[in-house]
């Protein structure tokens, strides 16, 4: 219905050749729909999970990083609905081996074609923030990308071939954005580190280093006085049953004396 609406022309037919494929069919419709409309909720729980390992800065550029993630996403999305779904489907369809084989298609087949293509390319779609995570970790820079175009575009038609199917004018439609969104992934990465920004991570990492140190030293204080409190308290207890000894030691002495006066 929504091709239909919007000019494009699928004469297409699915069949059913098994007794189960359609139950089977709503629960992947429902596992999918429910992965691409819980997917804003999925990025907010992996950012209050990995949020406290970062430092100030990192959590900066990781907190913009997964906050374009889920409108990303939903572009790759619409751009696999849209646009490379429908030309994949025109092309097995319109081919033909020959004129007396016709094309029966079932519904488990296009099924799992729809569900890989929509939401891998959704995925793909990631690429700008897996390189701010790795630009804000120092890992990557706009330099080190821009030496790797060549690279990339070999890259990205090897990924569009993948995740098409045999038509070459479906892998470069889905190419185009991908090499885009590999530029835009050079101007979301930050420049060469400055020397200043080394120096305050530098720092902090010292800051972290003596709080450490403090409190270690504030525990090893903390037992060593623990220790003095217990040896003290051990030789109060050994010292007081000698004292009944001494008098007791003493009287006989006085005794002696008078037998001796």
């Known amino acids: 219905l929504t091709y239909r609406l919007l000019g494009i022309d699928l004469s297409m037919k699915l069949v059913n050749i098994e007794i189960s494929t359609q139950f089977f069919v709503h629960l992947k419709v429902a596992a999918a729909a429910g992965l691409v409309f819980s997917f804003p909720f999925i990025v907010y729980e992996l950012w209050k999970f990995i949020a406290p390992a970062l430092y100030r800065k990192e959590k900066r550029a990781v907190r913009k990083a997964f906050g374009m993630s889920t409108g990303l996403f939903y572009i790759g999305v619409l751009v696999g609905y849209y646009v490379v779904l429908p030309m994949c489907l025109n092309f097995f369809v319109d081919y033909k081996v020959s004129e007396t084989v016709e094309n029966t298609i079932s519904l488990s087949s296009y099924i799992s074609l729809f569900m890989s293509m929509v939401l891998m390319i959704g995925i793909t779609f990631e690429f700008p923030t897996v390189i701010m995570v790795l630009s804000s970790m120092g890992l990557v820079t706009r330099s080190s990308l821009r030496g790797l ?95 009944p000894e001494i008098e007791e030691a003493s009287e006989p002495s006085s005794d002696e004396s008078v037998n001796l006066t």
Do not use: W
Not at 153 to 182: E, G, H, K, N
Not at 199 to 208: A, K, L, N, Q, S
């Open 149 to 243: 175009r060549k690279h990339a575009i070999v890259v990205v038609l090897c990924i569009s071939a993948i995740i098409t199917p045999a038509d070459p004018l479906s892998m470069i439609v889905l190419a185009i954005p991908l090499y885009a969104l590999y530029e835009f992934s050079i101007l979301c990465a930050r420049k060469e580190k400055p020397e200043v920004e080394e120096d305050e991570e530098d720092e902090d990492e010292e800051e972290t280093e003596s709080e450490t140190e403090e409190d270690d030293t504030e525990e090893d204080a903390s037992s060593d006085g623990d220790e003095v409190k217990q040896i003290g308290a051990a030789e109060e207890t050994a010292e007081a049953p000698e004292s």
